[in-house]
Protein backbone atom coordinates (compact mmCIF):
# COMPACT_ATOMS: atom_id res chain seq x y z
CA UNK A 1 0.00 0.00 0.00
CA UNK A 2 2.70 2.06 0.89
CA UNK A 3 4.68 1.28 -2.11
CA UNK A 4 1.42 2.15 -4.94
CA UNK A 5 0.77 5.45 -3.00
CA UNK A 6 4.49 6.88 -3.32
CA UNK A 7 5.42 4.59 -6.96
CA UNK A 8 4.65 7.65 -9.27
CA UNK A 9 6.66 9.48 -6.41
CA UNK A 10 9.48 7.33 -6.28
CA UNK A 11 9.81 7.18 -10.17
CA UNK A 12 9.36 10.77 -11.05
CA UNK A 13 12.24 11.51 -8.59
CA UNK A 14 14.33 9.02 -10.57
CA UNK A 15 13.50 10.63 -13.63
CA UNK A 16 14.06 13.91 -12.47
CA UNK A 17 17.46 12.17 -10.62
CA UNK A 18 18.60 10.72 -14.38
CA UNK A 19 18.02 13.39 -16.50
CA UNK A 20 19.65 16.24 -14.12
CA UNK A 21 22.75 14.30 -13.15
CA UNK A 22 23.22 13.93 -17.27
CA UNK A 23 23.16 10.11 -16.97
CA UNK A 24 20.45 9.09 -18.92
CA UNK A 25 20.13 5.00 -20.05
CA UNK A 26 22.47 5.59 -23.47
CA UNK A 27 24.86 7.27 -21.67
CA UNK A 28 25.14 4.40 -18.98
CA UNK A 29 25.16 1.89 -21.48
CA UNK A 30 27.80 3.30 -23.50
CA UNK A 31 29.68 3.77 -20.56
CA UNK A 32 29.82 0.32 -19.59
CA UNK A 33 30.30 -0.38 -23.36
CA UNK A 34 33.81 1.97 -23.19
CA UNK A 35 34.75 -0.12 -19.89
CA UNK A 36 34.24 -3.39 -21.24
CA UNK A 37 36.16 -1.90 -23.72
CA UNK A 38 39.20 -0.36 -21.80
CA UNK A 39 39.23 -3.55 -20.46
CA UNK A 40 39.57 -5.93 -23.06
CA UNK A 41 42.31 -3.82 -24.81
CA UNK A 42 44.30 -3.77 -21.66
CA UNK A 43 44.18 -7.42 -21.09
CA UNK A 44 45.65 -7.36 -25.03
CA UNK A 45 48.20 -5.16 -24.20
CA UNK A 46 49.45 -7.00 -21.46
CA UNK A 47 49.21 -10.47 -23.39
CA UNK A 48 51.33 -8.69 -26.31
CA UNK A 49 53.51 -7.91 -23.62
CA UNK A 50 54.62 -11.02 -22.49
CA UNK A 51 54.70 -12.60 -25.77
CA UNK A 52 57.36 -9.82 -26.82
CA UNK A 53 59.57 -10.43 -23.43
CA UNK A 54 59.35 -14.17 -24.05
CA UNK A 55 60.41 -13.26 -27.41
CA UNK A 56 63.50 -11.56 -26.51
CA UNK A 57 64.75 -13.83 -24.22
CA UNK A 58 64.50 -16.65 -26.90
CA UNK A 59 65.95 -14.15 -29.29
CA UNK A 60 69.11 -13.59 -27.00
CA UNK A 61 69.29 -17.30 -26.56
CA UNK A 62 69.32 -18.51 -29.90
CA UNK A 63 72.44 -15.71 -30.46
CA UNK A 64 74.42 -17.18 -27.64
CA UNK A 65 73.80 -21.05 -29.22
CA UNK A 66 74.55 -19.71 -32.69
CA UNK A 67 78.02 -18.19 -31.79
CA UNK A 68 79.02 -21.55 -29.73
CA UNK A 69 77.70 -23.30 -32.82
CA UNK A 70 79.76 -20.85 -35.24
CA UNK A 71 82.77 -21.45 -32.62
CA UNK A 72 82.25 -25.54 -32.78
CA UNK A 73 82.14 -24.99 -36.62
CA UNK A 74 85.35 -23.25 -36.97
CA UNK A 75 87.37 -25.73 -34.49
CA UNK A 76 85.57 -28.61 -36.79
CA UNK A 77 86.64 -27.03 -40.13
CA UNK A 78 90.25 -26.65 -38.90
CA UNK A 79 90.28 -30.50 -37.95
CA UNK A 80 89.15 -31.30 -41.01
CA UNK A 81 91.89 -28.80 -42.44
CA UNK A 82 94.31 -30.65 -40.29
CA UNK A 83 93.38 -34.09 -40.91
CA UNK A 84 94.03 -33.70 -44.95
CA UNK A 85 97.27 -33.99 -44.69
CA UNK A 86 99.71 -36.65 -44.11
CA UNK A 87 101.46 -35.21 -41.11
CA UNK A 88 97.77 -34.82 -39.64
CA UNK A 89 96.59 -37.81 -39.94
CA UNK A 90 99.59 -39.46 -38.44
CA UNK A 91 99.93 -36.78 -35.61
CA UNK A 92 95.96 -37.76 -34.51
CA UNK A 93 96.86 -41.71 -35.18
CA UNK A 94 99.87 -41.26 -33.14
CA UNK A 95 97.87 -38.89 -29.70
CA UNK A 96 94.40 -41.24 -30.54
CA UNK A 97 96.42 -44.83 -30.43
CA UNK A 98 99.49 -44.64 -28.97
CA UNK A 99 101.16 -45.26 -32.03
CA UNK A 100 104.58 -45.82 -33.41
CA UNK A 101 106.54 -46.28 -36.89
CA UNK A 102 108.39 -49.30 -37.43
CA UNK A 103 111.68 -49.03 -35.64
CA UNK A 104 110.47 -46.28 -32.99
CA UNK A 105 110.10 -46.20 -29.59
CA UNK A 106 107.69 -45.25 -27.33
CA UNK A 107 108.59 -43.50 -24.15
CA UNK A 108 105.64 -42.83 -21.67
CA UNK A 109 105.48 -40.49 -18.46
CA UNK A 110 103.32 -41.16 -16.17
CA UNK A 111 103.17 -38.41 -13.65
CA UNK A 112 102.16 -39.89 -9.82
CA UNK A 113 100.47 -38.39 -6.99
CA UNK A 114 103.61 -38.41 -5.18
CA UNK A 115 106.55 -37.03 -7.04
CA UNK A 116 108.95 -36.71 -3.54
CA UNK A 117 109.05 -40.30 -3.32
CA UNK A 118 110.27 -40.80 -6.89
CA UNK A 119 113.51 -42.14 -7.90
CA UNK A 120 116.52 -39.88 -7.98
CA UNK A 121 119.85 -41.29 -9.51
CA UNK A 122 121.96 -37.99 -8.90
CA UNK A 123 121.05 -38.22 -5.30
CA UNK A 124 123.28 -39.34 -2.43
CA UNK A 125 122.67 -41.75 -0.36
CA UNK A 126 120.19 -40.44 2.68
CA UNK A 127 121.78 -40.71 6.14
CA UNK A 128 120.00 -42.04 9.09
CA UNK A 129 119.04 -38.73 10.74
CA UNK A 130 117.23 -37.39 7.27
CA UNK A 131 115.73 -40.86 6.98
CA UNK A 132 113.84 -40.03 10.48
CA UNK A 133 112.80 -35.97 9.94
CA UNK A 134 111.41 -37.42 6.62
CA UNK A 135 108.65 -39.12 8.86
CA UNK A 136 107.95 -36.41 10.53
CA UNK A 137 107.32 -34.33 6.94
Given at each position: MFVEKHSAYIIAYMKRFFTTSGLTLKKGILLVVLLIGVFWSGSGAYTMYIRYSQSKDDYKRSRVESANLEAREATLRDNIRNLQTSRGVEGELRTR??????????????????TANALDVSATPVSLWQKIKNWFK
Open positions: FNAAKEGEELIMVVEGKN
